[in-house]
């Protein structure tokens, strides 16, 4: 989301639509360094975060390519409506606060706030706050509440050919462990109560000079988790990109490199550290394209005593057609870092002194394309097949040797070490007719080949989302989400048989209405179907469920 990436909120529905429009931005289908696949939405009940962009709300899903932005909390957020309905983008940004408050069923306390200095400083400095919480859940009343709290500072300061960034956040997701088994005798909550706090430091250098002769940017961030099980990681990023054009914009050379190094406190204390750097070769021919590097990656655990490096060839060939029509096909590889929180971040449920090990994407090939073909349409498309080693699946914890201490309530995580073969397939087709109305279809299809498990356990085959923004009128706004998410395979940790989650059907609306320049009402309305399924085994998810706030805007 826009607002995210800069210290002041793009205030109204006008911010959601024109990037609505572009929505090749969330389906990344040029090569990066990283498997090309969205992180999982660990939404405890169907409340996903909907602020700006309507892609932001889609269920994510896969379990690769976390972004370093730390915990995510599982949040409620109205969109912010621009006072005449979309129309005046210059009045709509000149809010750069706001205020939203709300509450809703399972009693649920929505509370948010943004405030921001002026643009037009050379300083720019914003404080964002919000608590998102619920009194009791889907399943035995306060023993699947939630609590999610969160505060940051964030600053930038621009120069006349550089900018330093920094900012400074504190995060605590309180939640239970509810997937136990039932009926259950009485119990302190206190034993199953989890908290997880997050502190994270970040602070970046990059140049904005205009046609620099060497273009560069820096970034580090610090963060430390702590959860409730006398779990503590220290996770140290650092990122250097460096752009060097050789002959104008014909030919260019890149460096891309990046430090990370963790300490881990479960039980024995484990340094884990991944350094990584890419040289490359870029051509611009007109029409075609290409570049070309390798990709060197150290990997060091001193406990499991790994010490390696690696390298993996990338290739990429591209062509722009004349009808504004972009393809490209390549070939890349990488190891995929894990940490505690990027597990955390996908399956907040984990069993204490779980094992953490990188992923390595031995080889991908990959094809695909975008562009706008006219009348309204415009596409996404990429697809790519590979091998993994060490791929990851989340099942209930079960010990081996004694099937009866087995815990339905809490994950361990499964690698596979052999060579997994795994194909994906992304597409995405946007239709805007008219300026009052916006619809996407998004596809993505999942293959991966069996190996050391008879399924890959909690990674569903295919998922779906139909996404709709209306501007009914100047003073309305609605939008309308239909998820589907194709069926996934756990196994009873007691029985050890295959268990099948079924498919989920998720309907979601949202209504903005419009009081006045700086007053907006909203609902939100999740789950219409009333559906309590199960995104993990045992643990079910919030039937119909609703919020109901305002929003003030200065």
Not at 67 to 80: A, D, Q, R
Not at 183 to 196: H, T
Not at 485 to 501: D, E, H, M, R, S
């Amino acid at each position: 989301m826009k607002y995210f990436k800069s210290i002041l909120p793009i205030l109204g529905i006008l911010a959601a639509i024109p990037s609505f429009a572009q929505l090749d931005d969330d389906i990344v289908i040029t090569k990066d360094r990283k498997v090309e696949l969205p992180p999982a939405n660990r939404v405890f009940e169907k409340i996903p975060p909907v602020k700006g962009n309507p892609e932001d709300k889609q269920m994510k899903y896969a379990f690769f390519d976390r972004k370093p932005t730390g915990i995510e909390e599982v949040k409620f957020n109205p969109n912010v409506v621009s006072p005449d309905g979309g129309k005046k983008k210059e009045e709509a940004e000149k809010y750069n606060n706001y205020v939203s408050l709300g509450a809703g069923n399972f009693g649920r306390l929505y509370g948010e706030a943004y405030i921001n200095t002026l643009q037009e400083n050379k300083m720019v400095l914003g404080i964002h706050a919000s608590h998102n919480s619920t009194n009791r859940g889907p399943v035995d009343d306060k023993n699947s509440a939630n609590m999610y709290d969160k505060a940051e500072l964030n600053g930038k300061y621009l120069a006349e050919k550089f900018q330093i960034s920094g900012g400074l956040s504190y995060n605590r997701d309180q939640y239970y462990f509810y997937g136990y088994k039932r009926p259950r005798v009485e119990f302190d909550r206190n034993e199953i109560k989890q908290v997880l706090n997050t502190v994270q430091f970040n602070v970046g250098f990059e140049n904005i000079a205009p046609n620099p002769r060497v273009d560069y940017s820096l970034k580090t961030s610090l963060k430390s988790l702590k959860d409730n099980y006398l779990a503590q990681e220290t996770d140290w990023t650092t990122v250097f990109n460096a752009y060097f054009p050789i002959i104008e914009e014909k030919f260019i050379a890149l460096v891309d490199a990046d430090a990370n190094m963790a300490q881990r406190s479960d039980g024995e204390v484990d340094k884990r550290n991944l350094f990584r750097v890419e040289p490359s070769f870029k051509v611009n021919l007109n029409r075609f394209g290409g570049s070309i590097g390798y990709k060197a990656v150290n990997e060091f655990d001193a406990i499991k005593n790994i010490n390696r490096t690696k390298g993996y060839p990338t290739v990429e060939l591209t062509y722009k057609f004349p009808s504004l029509i972009y393809v490209f096909a390549g070939m890349d590889g990488d190891i995929v870092r894990n940490t505690l929180g990027s597990y955390l971040a996908e399956n907040p449920y984990l069993k204490a002194q779980a094992k953490l090990l990188n992923t390595e994407k031995v080889r991908e090939f990959y094809v695909g394309g975008k562009g706008d073909i006219g009348s309204g349409f415009s596409f996404n498309f990429k697809g790519s097949m590979g091998y993994y080693k060490n791929l990851f699946y989340f099942n209930n914890y079960s010990p081996k040797k004694n099937e009866s201490l087995a815990d339905t309530s809490k994950f361990t995580i499964l690698y596979d070490s052999l060579r997994t073969q795994y194909v994906n397939v992304t597409a995405q087709l946007n239709y805007q007719p008219v300026e009052m109305w916006r619809t996407y279809l998004r596809t993505d299809f999942n293959h991966y080949q069996r190996r050391a498990y008879e399924k890959p356990f909690h990674r569903p085959l295919v998922s779906i989302k139909w996404g709709n923004t209306l501007i009914v009128s100047e003073k309305l706004v609605a939008n309308v989400d239909f998820y589907y998410y194709g069926k996934t395979y756990a196994k009873n940790p007691t029985t050890q048989t295959l268990v099948t989650n079924k498919a989920i059907f998720d309907l979601n609306t949202e209504f903005d209405y419009l009081f006045g320049k700086q007053f907006t009402a909203f609902v939100k309305l999740n789950n219409l179907l009333g559906k309590k399924y199960e995104r993990y085994l045992y643990y079910q998810q919030q039937g119909l469920n609703f919020l109901v706030g305002v929003n003030y805007s200065f």
